[in-house]
């Protein structure tokens, strides 16, 4: 039985919905399975965007232990000890398997690796391909992809939602596959896996300034809690301190490399405000800076990232990305400050995982962005990102390559899928008011700075939002970014302190008795349910 469109089933092991850094690992670790993604390969989601680099301690006198150090302090009490020491201990040894992948990382005249030191780190241990680390890491990453014949990527194409099996100890539903929307021939696909892993990024995009990409709405974390998944620190978004003040969405990103290399924060008359906040100044944690600058722009002053004298002579040799879009903006780094605000940018919380990347769910892992791990805590050292997805996207592939290929949902016998009328429903393409006002809505009542009234409006703008169409938004877009919108206030008003990237001005001080994770758990809305011949399941 099946209400609505037609649907195609196909079996396959393993799927990975998204196709960044983190998905990719996965996918070449396990060596076989189905890679989703709704661009092309190596040109949707955030990881092409990545500017600064990946972070290892392969520096001469640097130590993993002083890595993980840095991670635990920069995560204001909510790091997970055993995951900062795991993915940094791991780190130099992914700096050699990518370089062995192809990955062209830059290197000093005398042939070393080329160290750049960002915010928060005590060393220098930054490696990079100038500022484009992400996009040269997808590029080597998805190049291997294509060559393993036993992994197929289907590109144009969107989850719409996970497909659930009926409980079953402890009342868990398992997860069976993932229904999907074919952009190419408009055309619902049921993919019933072994294995589904969602890699699918941030919901860094949901606020109105942000250097995320347009698709970056937390799509993955809406499929996971209706299907009941555990979600834990939605609160804690990093909002990267030198997004390009100008007009553009998202703002153009200003590495902090540059700041690493000497550029300095200032405002009209020349002053470098961020030394008042903190004497490491524009090298302070990244919530430190921005709530330094938030702060300075509210006082009445403009404030300019001054990188004139940094790399004179060859700015755009060291910092090509940089150089090319603030030339798109009329701006020469080498001659003018240019204009900064906070943006939003990486999100620490998401769906909740072990260090295995296992949800709550059966069957159902996360990676990357989309996955809480407990690395970042409330607030994410500077390039741990780009190195959390592929240390622990490598170790879950590897894990999960002992799944057996012959062993989809219900063996085989036959099975029905029951589509609930609005699943195969919203539109792809429809749904920009509603987005566009919820931007508005977090950036005014959950930005830099937060308190309970302006959490409370905010979340009462979203319930109108929600109910202004009979039936909900018509747009799968739109209805998961006011669910994952309406998670986050919901988040922020709980946490009733400051810390890290969370800041409430109603709650100045961090609570030592609050430093813990919060983990949420949705009641399961599912639209997909798969149902083998010999169970009865009530319609």
């Known amino acids: 039985m099946l209400a609505g469109r037609v649907v195609d089933v196909v079996r396959v092991p393993l799927v990975v919905v998204g196709a960044g850094v983190a998905g990719l690992s996965v996918a070449l670790e396990a060596g076989r399975g189905l890679v989703i993604c709704d661009a092309p390969l190596g040109e949707g989601g955030s990881s092409p965007w990545a500017q600064g680099g990946l972070a290892a301690a392969v520096g001469e006198s640097d130590r993993g232990a002083s890595h993980a150090a840095d991670t635990i302090a920069a995560g204001a009490g909510l790091v997970a000890p055993e995951v900062a020491q795991l993915v940094t201990s791991e780190a130099p040894d992914v700096v050699a398997w990518l370089e062995g992948l192809g990955v062209r990382w830059d290197r000093t005249a005398d042939g070393r690796l080329d160290l750049h030191r960002e915010a928060a780190h005590g060393a220098a241990r930054i490696v990079h391909h100038r500022d484009a680390t992400g996009a040269e890491l997808v590029r080597a990453l998805g190049q291997q992809v294509r060559s393993r014949s036993a992994v197929t990527v289907c590109d144009r194409t969107v989850a719409v939602d996970l497909i659930r099996g009926p409980a079953g100890a402890g009342g868990r539903a398992p997860v069976l596959g993932v229904l999907a929307r074919d952009l190419r021939r408009d055309r619902l696909v049921a993919y019933l896996a072994g294995a589904v892993v969602l890699a699918s990024g941030g919901y860094g995009h949901l606020w109105e300034a942000t250097t995320t990409p347009a698709q970056v709405v937390g799509d993955g974390i809406a499929l996971a809690a209706r299907a009941g998944a555990a979600l834990a620190d939605l609160e804690f978004v990093q909002f990267h301190p030198t997004a390009l003040d100008v007009a553009a969405d998202p703002r153009p990103l200003l590495t902090e490399a540059l700041r690493g290399a000497g550029a300095h924060l200032v405002d009209e008359s020349g002053t470098r405000f961020c030394l008042v906040a903190d004497p490491a100044g524009e090298l302070a944690p990244r919530d430190v800076v921005a709530r330094a600058i938030y702060r300075h722009q509210a006082s009445g002053h403009r404030t300019y990232l001054d990188a004139t004298g940094v790399c004179q002579g060859s700015f755009a040799e060291h910092f090509p990305t940089v150089a090319m879009l603030c030339a798109a903006h009329g701006l020469d780094p080498a001659r003018d400050r240019l204009p900064v605000t906070p943006a939003s940018h990486y999100c620490m919380g998401g769906v909740a995982v072990d260090r295995d990347g296992a949800t709550s769910l059966p069957g159902l892992w996360a990676v990357g962005e989309v996955a809480a791990t407990g690395l970042h805590g409330a607030n994410r050292l500077a390039s741990n990102s780009l190195l959390e997805g592929i240390v622990l996207g490598r170790r879950l592939g590897a894990a999960l390559r002992a799944l057996a290929e012959d062993d989809p949902p219900c063996g085989d ?15 792809e393409s429809g749904g920009a008011d509603i987005v566009a006002a919820t931007r508005r809505i977090l950036w005014e009542g959950a930005g830099v700075e937060r308190s309970a009234a302006g959490l409370e409006a905010a979340g009462r703008e ?9 039936g909900g938004p018509r747009s799968r877009r739109a209805a998961n970014a006011l669910l994952v919108a309406s998670s986050v206030i919901a988040s922020a008003l709980a946490r009733d302190e400051s810390r890290g990237a969370h800041t409430r001005s109603d709650h100045p001080g961090c609570d030592p008795a609050r430093g813990r994770r919060r983990l949420v758990r949705p009641v399961p ?3 997909v349910e798969l149902v083998c011949a010999s169970e009865v399941v009530a319609a």
């Open 525 to 527: 809305t599912p639209t």
């Open 413 to 427: 016998r036959p099975e029905s899928l029951f589509v609930d009328r609005d699943a195969a429903w919203l539109d």
């Open 462 to 470: 979203l319930a109108t939002l929600a109910s202004a169409s009979v």
